[in-house]
């Protein structure tokens, strides 16, 4: 095998490995009803947490729209718990990172 063919391969051995790396790194936190990684302000929480999951629609005012949007959604509390929730306790949408834009970013 030609020298640049094997390099060739090592490196799209490399590349493929960071992928599974960034998957293996975004894929806990996706919410697959957003198909996005969502982190959001929960009233009772210190800090914003991941909604796993549950669809949240907002609306044209840039606000939870609470009538359209799913009435309970699942976080990840601060000890990785999973944790249903209300919506009337989700105070906003902190971040809504599309899942490709996730993975680029961990790769």
Same mark, same amino acid.
């Given at each position: 095998m030609a020298p640049r063919n094997r390099l060739s391969m090592e490196w799209d051995g490399l590349i493929s490995q960071k992928k599974q790396e960034a998957e293996q790194a975004v894929m806990p936190y996706v919410n697959p009803k957003m198909n996005a990684v %969502? =982190?959001? %302000? %929960?009233?009772? *929480? @210190? =800090?914003? %947490?991941? /909604?796993? *999951?549950? @669809?949240?629609? /907002?609306g044209e005012d840039g606000f939870i729209d609470r009538e359209t949007s799913d009435q309970t959604v699942v976080i990840l509390d601060g000890e990785g718990k999973r944790v249903p929730v209300s919506i009337k306790y989700v105070e906003e949408l902190e971040e809504n990172i599309p899942v490709t834009e996730a993975m680029e970013q961990a790769a």
């Open positions: %969502v =982190t959001a %302000v %929960v009233a009772g *929480y @210190d =800090t914003p %947490v991941q /909604l796993i *999951y549950g @669809d949240i629609k /907002l």
